[in-house]
């Protein structure tokens, strides 16, 4: 695990807010946290509220109760909603270079298009990426609001992660930017990461298959590509991610069961193998090379 001096560098974490943080995203905070302040970089939080998901308060709710946890941050609190011309400026970047074309496929479309040979589940076939201007231009009358996909040179692109060594993934010609106008995820948190200057992503293993388009698309942009730590889920009895209808899955559910943040943290150690009710406490102890690789099967109800 690297080691950064004099606070150069940065973790973050960046929820959407779509809802309150249930127990996975608090324990994935936890750990981002954990792996900054361990290592001598700033931890930041950005809000990833380009979703049409975002629900008024939300941010607010989250920010609280990450707060509430003993969690503490640097600087601003970043929205990606304000950040609209850094996403543009980059695509523009990328056009410039004959990295972009207009695609007019819709969902169901791509869906039931053949896939290139050894292809991966839902990768993008290219069927938009030969089209000529003529053929474009027939299409936009019909569809005129096509999305944006960088047209990638490669199909697999490596990244190193600190739980999961060297992971080789698959890229296909991603969106970014959606037909609604909207930047795709994609794109948005490789612009944010590299402005702020994250080089350290901490975050859910289940979006680790996203990382080696990432760290490409940095490549392509002129960005140093981060050091990825994919960790494990937090899954309830049956297997999938906390919801709703599990029961307390939020600090507010735990509070109204009895518990205070100081037991949710003490509980969230626990998981870790690590033991204490503050992140402060869990930080003298902190060991990457030591966390389960495992999910996190809790029973959520109260």
Same mark, same amino acid.
């Given at each position: 695990?690297?080691?950064?001096?004099?606070?150069?560098?940065? $973790?973050?974490?960046?929820?959407?807010?779509? $809802?309150?943080?249930?127990?996975?995203?608090?324990?994935?905070?936890?750990?981002? =946290? &954990?792996?900054?302040?361990?290592?001598?970089?700033?931890?930041?939080?950005?809000? !990833?509220?380009?979703? @049409?998901?975002?629900?008024?308060?939300?941010?607010?709710?989250?920010?609280?109760? &990450?707060?509430?946890?003993? &969690?503490? =941050?640097?600087?601003?609190?970043?929205?990606?909603?304000?950040?609209?011309?850094?996403?543009?400026?980059?695509?523009?970047?990328?056009?410039?270079?004959?990295?972009?074309? !207009?695609?007019?496929?819709?969902?169901?479309?791509?869906?039931?298009?053949?896939?290139?040979?050894?292809?991966?589940? $839902?990768?993008?076939?290219?069927?938009?990426?030969?089209?000529?201007?003529?053929?474009?231009?027939?299409?936009?009358?019909?569809?005129?609001?096509?999305?944006?996909?960088?047209?990638?040179?490669?199909?697999?692109?490596?990244?190193?992660?600190?739980?999961?060594?060297?992971?080789?993934?698959?890229? @296909?010609?991603?969106?970014?930017?959606?037909?609604?106008?909207?930047?795709?995820?994609?794109?948005?948190?490789?612009?944010?990461?590299?402005?702020?200057?994250?080089?350290?992503?901490?975050?859910?293993?289940?979006?680790?298959?996203?990382?080696?388009?990432?760290?490409? &698309?940095?490549?392509?942009?002129?960005?140093?590509?981060?050091?990825?730590?994919?960790?494990?889920?937090?899954?309830?009895?049956?297997?999938?991610?906390?919801?709703?209808?599990?029961?307390?899955?939020?600090?507010?559910?735990?509070?109204?069961? $009895?518990?205070?943040?100081?037991?949710?943290?003490?509980?969230?150690?626990?998981?870790?193998?690590?033991?204490?009710?503050?992140?402060?406490?869990?930080?003298?102890?902190?060991?990457? !090379?030591?966390?389960?690789?495992?999910? =996190?099967?809790?029973?959520?109800?109260?």
């Amino acid at each position: 695990m690297s080691r950064v001096q004099n606070g150069v560098g940065a $973790g973050r974490f960046a929820p959407s807010p779509s $809802g309150d943080l249930h127990l996975g995203n608090l324990r994935t905070a936890l750990l981002a =946290w &954990l792996f900054a302040r361990s290592t001598g970089r700033r931890f930041l939080v950005r809000m !990833e509220d380009l979703d @049409d998901r975002t629900q008024p308060g939300a941010a607010e709710r989250q920010l609280a109760d &990450l707060s509430a946890l003993g &969690l503490d =941050w640097d600087g601003e609190v970043v929205y990606q909603s304000q950040r609209l011309d850094r996403y543009t400026a980059a695509i523009e970047t990328l056009a410039a270079a004959s990295l972009v074309y !207009e695609c007019y496929c819709t969902r169901r479309e791509i869906q039931e298009a053949p896939s290139a040979p050894h292809a991966p589940p $839902g990768a993008y076939p290219g069927t938009c990426r030969e089209l000529t201007a003529y053929q474009r231009a027939r299409i936009r009358q019909t569809r005129p609001n096509p999305a944006l996909r960088l047209r990638s040179d490669v199909s697999e692109f490596t990244v190193c992660d600190e739980l999961h060594g060297e992971y080789l993934g698959a890229v @296909d010609d991603f969106v970014l930017r959606r037909g609604d106008g909207t930047p795709a995820y994609n794109l948005a948190v490789v612009v944010d990461d590299a402005a702020c200057g994250i080089d350290q992503v901490v975050r859910g293993d289940d979006l680790l298959a996203s990382s080696p388009r990432q760290a490409y &698309l940095a490549r392509l942009l002129g960005y140093p590509a981060p050091r990825y730590a994919h960790v494990p889920l937090v899954l309830n009895a049956a297997g999938a991610r906390p919801a709703k209808r599990d029961g307390a899955v939020t600090l507010a559910d735990r509070a109204a069961a $009895g518990e205070t943040p100081a037991d949710v943290v003490a509980a969230l150690a626990h998981s870790l193998a690590l033991h204490g009710n503050s992140p402060a406490a869990l930080l003298r102890q902190f060991r990457p !090379e030591l966390l389960p690789r495992t999910p =996190w099967q809790f029973c959520v109800s109260a």
